[in-house]
């Protein structure tokens, strides 16, 4: 049962839980940058940002299906199941399949975890997914050996509400104790804060005029109501890029002087060009697919595309697969795959090549082919298979035995007359004797 529309939109205040304001914060420390990194304000690194958005939008946007083993050995989709439509077009009442797949990769990538509360209905015991925030959730192993989900739900003042096993679906990213999945923040937090404040002391020093510091300095001693003051009125006449380049009108005995230090010698550039490729190699992420492509070249930038979908994105479809056969379904003959064919393409002379020569050997029929482009099957004589004919098999050749030979194409048969027969034989005969008496010397010629 579908629950009421004001109660629908109440999900959508599951956002983190201020774990500060409780004391329980597990990201309150600060890291050695003097940076405080949690899962939310990492996003405000540009890097991390960027892969996580490119690692939920790209295991969201594959095609995800629900298939039946076939007792052949084969497999085929099951769109008849509840949970199909539940994967491939809506969990819930408000989110597409995309958004909700997108949304708990992008947050178990923060936090380690994701969650969606499985409710019953009229499709079976998972007839929607509602995605709870991992923030709010706190797992227990109980004596049983089986696991009690407490989530602090905000539509009831944070108070803490008990789930089973079988009623949470429970996403994992690197787990240390194989209950809780450990924060990539949490592991990465000196990588992410460094990256962060490099950012911030980008956006102060642009922020003073792209200036150093300065420091005022007086002939005289100043009492420290007095030096107080004369910096506050500094910072208010020249702070700020809008102030920059202004004229100064100071104290007698007062002298500014800028301080040393410059960007080019602290390699300001170069670090925050290092920290890029650092927060990739929190996730194996290619450079190049968040935009960094000094390294890339037109040699190889497609097997670098190739090993994005290998070495990264696969292990996080491979988790989302095995956690919908664990939390989903109960029948071992039905499981959740994910597509990576359109993702492992080549270009359209490689493509060609590659269907030539499966084809050839019988692997794939027109119409499969055809499946793979993107475009609808010809009908029954697509799904014919060809292989070349002079092939034999490992066995043959081990014993010695040649491919079996070709039948001769059959004899057509005359149904001419004996009297054609005779006429013809007759007429064989006379051009046989003009070819042996010479061809008489026509008129004009000599």
């Known amino acids: 049962m579908i629950a009421p529309a004001d109660r629908q939109w109440d999900m959508y205040d599951l956002r983190a839980l201020d774990h500060a304001a409780i004391g329980l914060d597990p990201f309150a420390s600060r890291g050695s940058a003097g940076v405080r990194i949690t899962p939310e304000t990492a996003l405000q690194c540009s890097a991390f940002l960027a892969c996580v ?16 083993r076939l007792a052949t050995g084969g497999k085929q989709r099951a769109p008849e199941h509840p949970l199909y439509r539940l ?4 969990p819930n009442p408000w989110q597409t399949s995309m958004e909700f797949r997108e949304q708990l990769t992008a947050l178990y990538l923060m936090y380690g975890q994701s969650f969606a509360l499985i409710r019953a209905g009229a499709g079976g015991f998972a007839d929607q997914l509602w995605p709870l925030h991992p923030s709010r959730m706190r797992v227990e192993v109980l004596e049983n050996d089986r696991l009690l989900y407490l989530y602090r739900d905000p539509r009831q003042n944070n108070r803490e509400v008990p789930y089973s096993q ?19 923040v949490e592991l990465s937090r000196d990588v992410i804060g460094l990256a962060r404040a490099l950012e911030i002391h980008g956006c102060t020093y642009f922020s003073n005029g792209a200036r150093p510091g300065v420091v005022l300095e007086n002939d005289n001693a100043i009492p420290a109501e007095a030096a107080e003051r004369l910096r506050e009125q500094w910072e208010r006449m ?60 037109y040699s190889n930038i497609e097997v670098q595309g190739t ?36 993702l492992l393409r080549g270009d359209s002379a490689a493509r060609a090549s590659y269907y030539r020569e499966m084809l050839n050997i019988g692997v794939l029929s027109v119409n499969e082919i055809r ?23 490992l066995e043959q ?32 005969e006379r051009q046989l004797r003009q070819v042996g008496q010479g061809v008489p010397e026509a008129a004009g010629f000599a």
């Not at 969201?60 to 039946?68: I, W």
């Not at 079988?166 to 990539?184: M, Y």
Request: glycine share 4%; hydrophobic share 35%; proline share 7%.
């Open 53 to 68: 958005r490119v690692l939920s939008e790209s295991v969201a946007s594959l095609p995800l299906h629900l298939f039946s």
């Open 87 to 90: 994967l491939h077009r809506a």
């Open 166 to 184: 079988e009623q949470i679906f429970h996403l994992r990213w690197l787990s240390l104790d194989a209950v809780n999945g450990t924060a990539p």
């Open 238 to 297: 020249h702070r700020g890029p809008d102030r920059a380049h202004r004229t100064a009108v100071l104290p007698q005995g007062t002298h500014a002087k800028e301080l040393s230090g410059s960007n080019e010698a602290a390699q300001f550039l170069e670090t925050r060009q290092h920290q890029v490729i650092e927060v990739c190699r929190i996730f194996r992420m290619p450079p190049h697919m968040i935009q960094d492509l000094t390294r890339s070249t």
């Open 307 to 342: 090993e994005f979908v290998q070495h990264c994105l696969l292990p996080h479809c491979r988790r989302w697969e095995a956690a919908i056969s664990r939390d989903l379904l109960t029948d071992d003959q039905l499981f959740a795959e994910h597509s990576l064919t359109a």
């Open 371 to 393: 499946e793979l482009e993107n475009l609808n099957p010809i009908g029954p004589e697509g799904e014919q298979r060809f292989m070349q004919l002079n092939m034999t098999t």
């Open 397 to 428: 050749i081990a014993a010695g035995e040649q491919p079996a030979a070709m039948e001769p194409p059959p004899v057509v048969e005359d149904d001419d007359s004996p009297e054609d027969d005779a006429e013809d034989q007759a007429e064989d």
